[in-house]
């Protein structure tokens, strides 16, 4: 009866220590599984985006690439090419980063203006931007590489008062990377090679034209909507 009771123990013992062992296999299970599910959801649409296109669909891109704009946007994820270009491939030189600055990411920006010599630079910002309210609340656990890329973001007040004064924070750094870069591609701009235009990719409905239209809020450091809205590279009628 001993001999049993101590055979049993051993098993439990040994049972304990191996689902113990075994925990952090379960965790990085949980974890390997939630990897995989995001490599199957990239690459299943990677496989539609294929499957929806001709043969000879990248014999276009193959020798290089002749985009129509340098577009400088935010990295959030809620702003992305679908909501500005139905097919951007080719079109959109596109240049990303926090709070949609020109500083940041002045080498690729150029490359855009001055290599691929696109005629416009398209600088937007978007509705709910974290960056921007960082810049605006300044909490105090960022840690310095994204406070050095907060540095040029231009803000309206503190992020004390509602999404009003985000907003207003909003295209107040759009504006102010207009003016970075009309300062950088003046003579571009004065040649009439390039046009620079600001606007807010609005998801939340700020302005009440519709949920996700794009706001054009400044062109060639015009910043009045109404004269924006009379000129001929924005009115179409």
Request: proline share 3%; glycine share 6%; aromatic share 6%.
């Amino acid at each position: 009866m001993q001999k049993l009771s101590l055979v049993v123990l051993i098993m439990f013992m040994f049972n304990v220590s191996h689902l113990m062992a075994e925990s952090p296999a379960l965790v990085d299970k949980s974890e390997r599984y939630q990897v995989r599910e995001i490599v199957r959801h990239v690459m299943e649409s990677n496989d539609e985006f294929v499957k929806k296109l001709s043969s000879n669909y990248f014999t276009q891109h193959i020798h290089g690439q002749k985009p129509i704009v340098t577009m400088v946007t935010c990295s959030d994820s809620r702003l992305h090419t679908h909501a500005l270009d139905m097919h951007p491939d080719g079109d959109l030189f596109m240049v990303r980063n926090i709070g949609n600055q020109v500083s940041t990411t002045e080498g690729s920006i150029e490359y855009g203006v001055r290599h691929l010599h696109t005629p416009v630079l398209f600088i937007i910002g978007h509705s709910s931007c974290g960056a921007v309210e960082a810049a605006m609340s300044k909490p105090a656990n960022l840690e310095p590489s994204i406070w050095r890329e907060l540095d040029t973001i231009k803000v309206i007040g503190d992020k004390s008062d509602d999404h009003v004064q985000v907003k207003e924070s909003v295209e107040s750094n759009v504006n102010h990377q207009v003016s970075t870069a009309l300062t950088k591609y003046a003579k571009e701009v004065k040649e009439g090679r390039l046009t620079i235009i600001g606007g807010v990719y609005d998801f939340r409905n700020d302005y009440s034209q519709g949920n996700g239209r794009l706001v054009l809020i400044n062109v060639n450091g015009e910043t009045n909507l109404s004269e924006i809205h009379k000129m001929p590279i924005v009115n179409s009628k």
